[in-house]
């Protein structure tokens, strides 16, 4: 099978799954978000071990999973609570383990809850947030939340296909040698038509202002989300964070750019529709 082919097969089973639970939202959106979060901080954790980085993987996740179950449950003084807790215990619990470099791995550790779990449990906020804030429009955080998963897939196309016809100047060559300026400006190129279609087809109820302020944003915080990634690592020395997804690489590879842009879109929310 080739590797198109492989990405293919991956997306026909993976689109419809998030799309459907997207729509479901409540605690069918929260157990793909999880399993998503999950699997994407075992695979940051389990990177750094190359470089003789051990982090708490364990407690790591298990303070993640409570993160997201709490603001689930819209308990965001239980939120402060587990977090508080949980940077005390990793801690803590470092002076009991034999492996060197306490500091990093106390660090890491630390990254990892609040990188992978806490921004996604920002979207899981925004699904539900913006069926509250725009009561008019019927299902409105699901149209929102594919609105943003829909613009990033065509700013990652756009990147990639115009960066290789077109593609002369490298964007960061130091993090990412085949990203370009060029496929830059046309992923954020891309994001904006998405949003414009939006507005035009009054699928949410967006001023132009919003519709270019979400679509910039999406645009260029989702590729800083993908080059943030992309520095992780190559400073591990890794290609993939994982071979999970056949053609698509491991599942933070695949959501790298949603879990950045999540936490921004949700402050964006909060500031257009109070």
Known sequence: MTELAKRISVAALGIPLLVVTTYLGGWYFFAVIAI????????????????SIYPQSVSGIVIGLALLLAIQ????????????????????????????NVLTQIGVTLLGIFYIPFFLGCLLYLRELVDVLIPGI???????????????????????????????????????PHKTIEGGIAGIIGSLMVLGIIKLSSVLPLTWFQ???????????????DLVESSFKRDAGVKDTSALLP?????LDRFDSIIFVSPILLILIRTFWQ
């Open 36 to 51: 998503i979060s999950v699997v994407a901080q075992r695979e940051f954790y389990q990177i750094q071990a190359d470089k």
């Open 73 to 100: 449950l819209d308990q965001w003084l239980l939120t402060v609570v587990i977090l508080v807790l949980g940077m005390m215990i990793i801690m803590a619990s470092e002076m009991f383990r034999r492996h060197k």
């Open 138 to 176: 019927p299902d409105a955080g699901f149209r929102f939340v594919i609105m943003m998963f829909v613009a990033i897939w065509i700013c990652d196309t756009f990147a990639y296909m115009f960066g290789r016809k077109i593609g002369k100047h490298k964007l960061y060559q130091k993090v990412s």
């Open 211 to 225: 519709t270019v302020i979400f679509g910039l944003v999406i645009g260029i915080i989702g590729q800083l989300g």
């Open 247 to 251: 053609g698509h690489g491991g599942m």
